[in-house]
Nanobody, 125 residues
Framework: QVQLVESGGGLVQAGGSLTLSCAAS????????MGWFRQAPGKEREFVAA????????YYADSVKGRSTVSRDNAKNTVYLQLNSLKPEDTAAYYC??????????????????WGRGTQVTVSS
């Protein structure tokens, strides 16, 4: 049974930083590309960042580019998302997900097979 468990969310002031973690089990983690998505109340789920299985290729949404870093530790079956210079508009539930590493559509939620249950990030102004 595949499980993706996010952690590290919380309440932070604008301008602050958080590092989210996603621990995977039940799959060969090093074979999958991993993505981060977020969903704010009343809005659609949107892409945040993704990383290929070897960690050598990453992708970012324009909204977080330059102030976020996605990374992974295949030995720990964990993917991370560091968010800096947080803004109130970053407030959302953040989800990690696993996709085929050969996918050309890592920016789309439809590419992902497995999803975590999310961790809440709230940024106060």
């Amino acid at each position: 049974q595949v499980q993706l468990v996010e952690s590290g969310g919380g309440l932070v002031q604008a301008g602050g930083s958080l590092t989210l973690s996603c621990a995977a089990s039940g799959l060969t983690f090093s074979s999958y590309a991993m993505g981060w998505f977020r969903q704010a109340p009343g809005k659609e789920r949107e892409f945040v960042a993704a990383i290929r299985r070897t960690g050598d290729t990453t992708y970012y949404a324009d909204s977080v580019k330059g102030r976020s870093t996605v990374s992974r530790d295949n030995a720990k079956n964990t993917v991370y998302l560091q968010l800096n210079s947080l803004k109130p508009e970053d407030t959302a539930a953040y989800y990690c997900a696993a996709a085929s590493d050969t996918s050309s559509y890592l920016l789309r939620s439809q590419a992902y097979y497995f999803w975590g249950r999310g961790t809440q990030v709230t940024v106060s102004s």
